[in-house]
């Protein structure tokens, strides 16, 4: 579970947003799983993937706090310590129908991923991603060239202004899949779509269940972020 | 047979044992490697009943450590009797039960439940965890109510009994002489130093409970400092924890006066920890001359004293 992966390419692609290429030969992965990368900070650093061609792994992240300046400053050659894949993803085999994803901010990248499963198993799929403005904007032509892909943005500079629940409102689908801050899966969990699967970000500590320390609440109790998740049914937590 | 430790209630194989909170119930690990190689597994705190624990946030990073609120979320005594020991009775390691609770009746109940379990080698009285409103470091700070529960506890088991020690004291040598007095079988030190981080965007502390526990590298030195100082002054053994990632550590806590080792924080960073110190010990004490790891204990003071 835990490998050495050599970074082929880290660039910057959106305001603070990074995509990082690492070679990661045989491994599988689900979609919606994530990778926890150690840098020089104790604790590790949990990464969605966004897509995986070959052996070739793709995380795009935020550069937030320490460790991921620490990542932005990584070069080709590089080694990182990763452990995974890790968790569960979204359940793509149950659903010969229509999907709809919905992404917000840096949660937008394992839909990409996400969308390219789904569309080599020949499910329709519609997508809505939402951001805070334009120069946050990121993967847009990546996601239209899979299919309909409608972009919202906070400020209005680029698609539609306002959030994510605008566009949702008007989509017909049967199943949702989504990925994002709190605020705007609480907004999706309630939605009309008839199935609603929501991934969840937290602090985390191992990333393997151990330390109980990302736990989201549930109706009977907590459930742990890592392993239990990080993809849920709506139903199974609260938000 | 360089490496086996013999403690009241234990035979450890060798001195390594990961630290009750980071280890869970040992099911994740076990998927990465057998447990059997351990010296002894310190599991997950148990209360009376299901306890879900604090808010999230629940960890923050720091320099060299980190913070941590979990609250002691478990799923209570009984559950982890039916459905926890069973799954590690299964390894050749010895378990050590850590027990807490919020009064007096609840610690002796839930010791008296575990220590009758023949997996149960030996309990670990947790007098010091810095993250549940009542109970907890309270018993573990005032001398005289360590002592008394000591004493009670020890009463209701019928394994050993090994007090974890808080090191948010103001002398930790009295607390380890009041619980020794008690009847204490063993130590385990040091928990958690009670600290906080705060988030500048926010002007708020970034854990939900405000506060957390410090663990991890940063705390190593005072934890080697508390065993130096509190080995010299009891007869019963220490299993010293704090800080503990590689197989150098481990010997400065034995040289500090500690009899076995726990290694907590590092389990997060490295899943694989505990197996790679037990790997590198051998070559470790080859290269240092060292026949026995015992041969070594308290000898960071003993050569002190005998220096002319």
């Known amino acids: 579970m835990r490998r050495d992966v050599t970074i082929i390419s880290n660039q910057q692609i959106a305001k603070a947003t990074m995509e990082m290429k690492v070679r990661c030969p045989g491994v599988t992965v689900a979609p919606g799983t994530f990778f926890h990368i150690k840098t020089s900070g104790l604790l590790r650093r949990p990464l969605s993937v966004a897509n995986v061609e070959g052996d070739i792994v793709t995380f795009l992240y935020k550069v937030v706090g320490e460790g991921t300046t620490e990542l932005a400053g990584k070069r080709i050659g590089d080694v990182l310590d990763v452990l995974g894949p890790l968790g569960n993803g979204f359940p793509l085999e149950q659903y010969?129908?229509?999907?709809?994803?919905?992404?917000?901010?840096?949660?937008?990248?394992?839909?990409?991923?996400?969308?390219?499963?789904?569309?080599?198993?020949?499910?329709?799929?519609?997508?809505?991603?939402?951001?805070?403005?334009?120069?946050?904007?990121?993967?847009?032509?990546?996601?239209?060239?899979?299919?309909?892909?409608?972009?919202?943005?906070?400020?209005?500079?680029?698609?539609?202004?306002?959030?994510?629940?605008?566009?949702?409102?008007?989509?017909?689908a049967d199943v949702l899949f989504s990925c994002g801050p709190e605020a705007m899966l609480k907004a999706v969990a309630t939605s009309s779509i008839p199935e609603r699967y929501l991934s969840i970000e937290n602090r985390m500590g191992c990333g393997i269940g151990a330390c109980f320390a990302c736990v989201c609440q549930a109706p009977d109790g907590y459930v742990k972020v890592c392993i239990d998740g990080p993809v849920f049914k709506a139903e199974e937590v609260l938000l | 047979m360089r490496m086996n430790v013999d403690l009241p209630g234990l035979r450890l194989k060798n001195p390594i044992i990961p630290a009750s909170g980071c280890f869970g119930f040992g099911e994740e690990f076990a998927k990465l490697y057998d447990l059997s190689i351990l010296g002894g597994i310190m599991i997950k705190a148990a209360t009376g009943e299901a306890r879900f624990g604090n808010q999230t946030p629940r960890v923050a990073e720091t320099a060299q450590g980190m913070l941590n609120a979990i609250g002691l979320q478990n799923p209570g005594v009984e559950t982890i009797i039916a459905e926890k020991l069973p799954f590690l009775s299964t390894f050749d390691t010895e378990i050590i039960a850590n027990v807490a609770g919020s009064t007096p009746e609840e610690y002796i109940e839930v010791t008296r439940q575990l220590s009758a379990d023949p997996t149960v080698k030996a309990i670990e009285l947790n007098i010091s965890c810095p993250n549940v409103k009542c109970g907890g470091m309270q018993f573990g700070t005032d001398p005289v109510m360590a002592a008394e529960l000591t004493r009670r506890v020890k009463a209701a088991s019928s394994k050993p009994v090994y007090v974890k020690l808080s090191p948010n004291v103001t002398s930790i040598v009295e607390m380890a002489k009041a619980v020794e007095a008690a009847g204490a079988d063993g130590l385990t030190m040091i928990n958690t130093l009670v600290g906080m981080r705060i988030d500048v965007q926010t002007g708020k502390p970034i854990l939900a409970n405000r506060i957390g526990g410090l663990s991890g590298p940063a705390i190593k030195p005072v934890a080697v400092r508390m065993v130096y100082e509190v080995a010299q002054a009891v007869d019963i053994p220490i299993i010293g924890m704090g800080g503990v990632r590689t197989v150098d550590d481990v010997l400065e806590f034995i040289y500090a006066g500690a009899s076995a080792v726990a290694v907590g924080t590092a389990n997060f960073e490295n899943p694989y920890v505990c197996q790679e110190i037990i790997e590198a010990l051998p070559a470790r004490l080859d290269s240092l001359g060292i026949d026995h790891i015992l041969d070594v204990r308290g000898k960071a003071y003993a050569q002190l004293v005998s220096r002319p």
Do not use: C, N
């Open chain 1, 96 to 172: 010969g129908k229509r999907v709809v994803l919905v992404g917000g901010g840096i949660g937008v990248p394992p839909l990409y991923y996400v969308r390219r499963k789904l569309q080599a198993m020949g499910i329709e799929t519609v997508a809505i991603l939402g951001f805070d403005s334009k120069d946050s904007v990121f993967y847009e032509q990546a996601f239209r060239e899979l299919g309909e892909t409608i972009i919202t943005t906070v400020d209005g500079s680029h698609g539609e202004r306002g959030f994510v629940t605008g566009p949702l409102a008007r989509v017909e």
